[in-house]
């Protein structure tokens, strides 16, 4: 017998802890660290305050792969309202990103897996502290019902805030492996550094070792604006929401209030294009209607001045046209384009269907037509918030130290509607890592990206740059860096490990990477000129005295010629 | 008892005026404010040419140029000067080296060699730039091969200025070394040279009172003549006007023995007056073996891969040569010198020399 049941949100993911990114102790502890990390820094995002974060793991004395550690995480943030708290900590899919711009969270659901995760393994309370800079600190003490995917208060205490300090303080006990898990947690703060150089990060391990990243400038990248949807990224269900909660009585209203880069010309050639225009019968014109349209004629210099309302009269009764589009477009052959339809809005003959009404196959259409209508706008990037050619610099410097970086940010792009920036660095010597091959940082929305690595699109398109044309070899101590900002990342996994091969976002990496190749190409062959010439000197200056010295002795000279002008050629030819 | 006029005092001042002159190059160069450079005829295997009208291989027209600004040819540029530099030295000192002792010597100096190849290889360019061979520098190989017979020779080595010795006095044969080399010739009553490829042979040929039954000089080349044996056989010929006939095992390698005598090597190509081109080949020939039935070996495969080689050979277009390589091409059957022996000890000479001298 099949029994069916539903299950709640927190269900599900208690059931599916590996799609998050939760398969075993270490990757645990290593996700739980990165999810509160980032809603950390996504926090100081919304106070411009350079952010200070404390993490701290403790073990109970005990340790081995399934030892419970204390991990809490402490920022200087906006901080979580205190009726929210609740939900926020304890309710799977509650948050506040699913909103239309860069974000390092998007699903409202890493902080609370992380928690969940902890209760199913120690079943020990989480306790959160936060205020948003009021007078008052709302301390909770939480466990998730899982089922009913709601939180439970076991405990609300109100403490005074005098120093009116804002931001969130998370703790929660979990099962976890933090031997196996060091490496990646290292790595992840290290890259974390990098691409938030404006950052403190102090983080304590169980064995109370201090591991301090240190920030070098208080500058932050503008932050992203919100922003509507773009036409090409919509689907059916977005629409259906749309037309729900819409104010708006016509489909042009509809078109530019809801979407990103619309405006009337372009609702308007949009909306003919997809079949959602009706115009008057010319035929069925009233003398008002006619009147209507001859103003309106002459109020745009493209038509004849001494079309009076007689002409439209005469050419309404010979006409064999059944609307007031192609009624123009036939009798005005001379005008072009789009006048006709902003001719006909401004006249009023224009009518499109009140978005609410709109039937379930319109809506389809509709959505159809947006994929293949060419005269949207692409989306600008004012929703992205890049880090910046500078600040991607300071923090490389930072924590590599190189002896040569080159930075470049490419212009915005978009796919399928969602506008994207890639930030490509590459740097050579200093601290990177000399290991045979490149060190890769991956970023997306300023997450590094630690695993998978040869799954994700950037390593496919370095592996595929035939490097030798930029002078660079597999031995060199390079590290090349990658980042992709947009506000709806293509990761291939709920884990948020690497970037599916999007064709727009590959053209953006590859040329971005052949940009900075190229620097790199330059400094290199600059380097090799210079130790070349470097060299020559030393060979010039240890051979040619000899030579000058037996060829006197064969010529029976008294004293050797001088070389020395010889050997001041070649230092100039250095200096170069 | 022909006047003899010798070359060997003569040809010293010309080795260290040339010596000296290189060196003048280089200074004025360096004076001028010019990286030195030097220019000589290159001696890549396409600028080895053969000379038909003087029967040995000559360097053609290319030529290189080395300059001390390249830096990949500063260093043997270096150890080319400091190389003229040691051989005039050695000239002026009148001392001997060997081309093992140029590759340690070059040590003391702080211009060291990576192996022997390359210090052979400064040398050979040294003789190329300077137009003299190196054992006109006194930088001779090991020597393994003598001269015997009437010849009185006067020494001009430091010590034994103006003594004289007559070829006859040791009866092993005197070693065609430095001294012998740089000797004047005084007087002999031999009318000819016999070069003989073994030293069986040549101690036999003694033993046998050749010298004096035929007139003759014989020396001992020790299988491929030394450039110094080579040069004094030239001599020997020029100087003293004897014709030289030259025997050898009846192989391709004995034939190429008599051949590098009468023409020269393309690794000499550079240098003249190492060849006697008027010198004859007088045996073992492929003929012989047949004429005189003498017991012979199998041709092997190396050996008649050889032949074909030296049959395309621009050196070989003489008519007896064509001949006797067809000839051992079609016996497949080669002989040593020493396979006369099957007809007795004496019947080399008594039979098979005359014969072949005349």
């Not at chain 1, 902890?118 to 936060?130: D, W, Y």
């Not at chain 2, 009318?191 to 010298?211: C, P, Q, Y």
């Not at chain 2, 003549?225 to 080579?230: I, L």
Request: hydrophobic share 40%.
């Amino acid at each position: 017998m099949v029994t069916f049941e539903e299950i709640s949100p927190a269900d599900f993911f208690y059931r599916n802890r590996d799609i998050a990114g939760f398969t075993n102790p270490a990757r645990a502890i290593f996700s739980s660290v990165r999810e509160l990390m980032e809603n950390a820094l996504d926090a100081s995002e919304l106070t411009r305050i350079p952010p200070e974060i404390y993490i701290r793991l403790s073990d109970e004395g005990e340790s081995g792969p399934e030892a419970a550690i204390w991990l809490r995480v402490m920022d200087n943030g906006s901080g979580v309202p205190a009726r929210h708290v609740p939900s926020a900590f304890g309710q799977v899919l509650f948050g506040s990103k699913f909103k239309l711009k860069q974000a390092r969270g998007t699903f409202g659901l890493g902080g609370k897996m992380a928690i969940l995760y902890g209760q199913i393994t120690t079943h020990k309370p989480a306790s959160v502290a936060s205020s948003t800079g009021t007078s008052k600190i709302y301390e909770y003490k939480l466990m998730i019902d899982i089922q009913r995917n709601r939180p439970i208060i076991l405990d609300r205490k109100i403490r005074v805030n005098e120093e009116r300090w804002h931001g969130t303080v998370v703790e929660f006990c979990l099962e976890g492996d933090y031997i196996r898990a060091m490496p990646k947690i290292l790595e992840y703060l290290k890259q974390t550094a990098v691409v938030n150089p404006y950052a403190n990060i102090t983080f304590v391990d169980p064995k109370g070792r201090l591991y301090k990243f240190t920030r070098v400038t208080t500058k932050m990248p503008p932050p992203p604006k919100e922003t509507l949807p773009h036409p090409y990224g919509v689907d059916v269900e977005t629409i259906q929401r749309l037309t729900s909660i819409t104010e708006c009585r016509n489909m042009l209203d509809f078109m530019r209030t809801h979407f990103h880069r619309v405006g009337e010309n372009i609702s308007l050639s949009f909306l003919e294009f997809a079949g959602f225009i009706r115009t008057t019968d010319p035929k069925k014109m009233t003398p008002e209607d006619v009147t209507r349209l001859v103003q309106a004629m002459q109020s745009f210099k493209e038509f004849p001045k001494e079309v009076d309302v007689e002409t439209i009269q005469r050419l309404t009764s010979i006409t064999e046209c059944r609307n007031m589009l192609d009624f123009m477009r036939t009798h005005f052959p001379e005008v072009q384009g789009s006048v006709f339809l902003r001719l006909l809005q401004i006249a009023g003959f224009i009518r499109t269907k009140d978005p609410r009404k709109l039937e379930p196959d319109e809506i389809v259409r509709l959505v159809r037509m947006m994929k293949r209508f060419k005269g949207f706008l692409p989306p600008d990037a004012s929703c992205l918030s890049p880090l910046g050619e500078e600040l991607l610099e300071a923090g490389i410097l930072k924590e590599l130290n190189p002896e040569f970086i080159a930075v470049y940010q490419r212009k915005p792009s978009t796919y399928s509607g969602h506008p994207f920036i890639v930030e490509i660095a590459i740097a050579y010597g200093g601290n990177v890592p000399k290991k045979g091959d490149f060190a890769m940082y991956r970023f997306a929305n300023r997450i590094p990206l630690l695993y998978d690595e040869v799954s994700d699109v950037s390593w496919k398109i370095i592996k595929s740059i035939n490097w030798r044309r930029y002078k660079v070899t597999p031995d060199m101590p390079i590290a090349i860096l990658v980042h992709l900002c947009s506000t709806k990342v293509p990761y291939k996994t709920v884990g948020k490990e690497f970037i599916a091969d999007r064709p727009e976002v590959k053209r953006e990496i590859l040329n971005g990477l052949r940009e900075v190749a190229r620097q790199l190409q330059r400094f290199l062959s600059r380097r090799e000129h210079v130790e070349k010439q470097r060299r020559r000197l030393v060979t010039i200056s240890k051979y040619l005295p000899k030579i000058a010295a037996y060829s006197t002795e064969l010529a029976e000279k008294e004293k050797p010629p001088d070389v020395e002008k010889l050997l001041k050629g070649v230092k100039k030819f250095e200096e170069d | 008892m022909k006047k003899i006029k010798s070359s060997a005092m003569e040809r010293k001042k010309e080795v260290l005026a040339s010596l000296t002159n290189f060196g003048a190059r280089l200074y004025d160069q360096m004076e001028e404010g010019v990286f030195p450079w030097i220019k000589m005829p290159s001696r890549s295997i396409e600028n080895i040419l053969y000379s038909p009208e003087l029967r040995q291989y000559i360097l053609g027209d290319k030529t290189v140029r080395r300059s001390a600004q390249n830096i990949r040819h500063i260093r043997p540029f270096t150890q080319l000067v400091w190389g003229a530099y040691f051989a005039k030295e050695l000239a002026k000192h009148r001392k001997t080296s060997t081309l093992r002792d140029v590759y340690y010597s070059a040590q003391a100096y702080d211009v060291p060699f990576k192996d022997q190849p390359e210090s052979n290889n400064i040398i050979t360019d040294l003789e190329t730039t300077v137009g003299f061979a190196r054992e006109d520098f006194n930088v001779f190989p090991e020597e393994r091969s003598a001269v015997f017979g009437d010849l009185t020779i006067e020494y001009t080595v430091p010590g034994y200025e103006g003594r004289q010795l007559n070829l006859t006095s040791h009866p092993d044969g005197v070693l065609i070394g430095p001294a012998l080399t740089s000797a004047e010739f005084v007087e002999t009553t031999a009318d000819k040279v016999i070069a003989i490829e073994k030293g069986g042979l040549f101690t036999r040929f003694i033993e046998e009172l050749v010298h004096k039954k035929f007139n003759a000089l014989l020396v001992l080349t020790a299988g491929q003549a030394p450039r110094a044996t080579r040069h004094f056989l030239h001599r020997l010929n020029k100087e003293l006007d004897l014709p030289v006939h030259i025997f050898t095992d009846g192989d391709p390698w004995g034939m190429h023995i008599a051949m590098v005598i009468i023409s020269g090597s393309a690794n000499a190509a550079h240098l003249r007056e190492l060849t006697t081109p008027d010198a004859k080949w007088s045996g073992v020939w492929a003929t012989d073996i047949v004429d005189y039935k003498l017991p012979s070996d199998h041709l092997t495969e190396v050996d008649v891969k050889r032949l074909y080689e030296l049959q395309r050979d621009p050196r070989y277009e003489g008519e007896l040569w064509q001949r006797e390589v067809k000839t051992f091409l079609k016996i497949k059957r080669k002989a040593e010198q020493e396979a006369f022996s099957r007809y007795g000890l004496t019947y080399i000479v008594d039979e098979y020399l005359p014969a072949k001298l005349e």
